[in-house]
């Protein structure tokens, strides 16, 4: 039913820039609420890389901050994250998730969906 689709991911030269997209199917966008961007390189743990929160404010890991930028295009049901002045330490396969429920009058945000992941490689 619901299906996230992320592309741009490929390899570039430390300080150089990449965009990745996220397409949503299947899925109400909601101006990108409760999705996000997440990155895992072998051997390591998931980490939270940016996203906008349920009240559409904007959340990004501290050691992206500055240097990443999350956005997104309602009418295009596209969640983005334009990535500038990239490091070696930036590898990794990047995953788009989605979610949220009605919990206590109130929106949660849960990653209920999850996309393919897309590989970014900084050398």
């Known amino acids: 039913h619901v299906q996230l689709v992320e592309s741009g991911g490929g390899s570039v030269q430390a300080g150089g820039s990449l965009r990745l997209s996220c397409t949503a199917s299947?899925?109400?966008?909601?101006?990108?609420?409760?999705m996000g961007w997440f990155r895992q390189a072998p051997g390591e743990f998931r980490e939270g890389v940016a996203s906008?929160?349920?009240?559409?404010?904007?959340s990004y890991g501290d050691s992206v901050q500055g240097r990443f930028t999350i956005s997104q295009d309602n009418a295009k049901a596209t969640l983005y994250l334009q990535m500038n002045s990239l490091k070696l330490e930036d590898t990794a396969m990047y995953y788009c998730?989605?979610?949220?429920?009605?919990?206590?009058?109130?929106?949660?945000?849960?990653?209920?969906?999850w996309g393919q992941g897309t590989q970014v490689t900084v050398s």
């Open positions: 299947g899925y109400t966008f909601s101006s990108g609420y409760c």
């Open positions: 906008f929160t349920s009240d559409g404010s904007i």
């Open positions: 998730a989605a979610g949220r429920n009605w919990i206590d009058r109130r929106w949660v945000c849960e990653n209920k969906y």
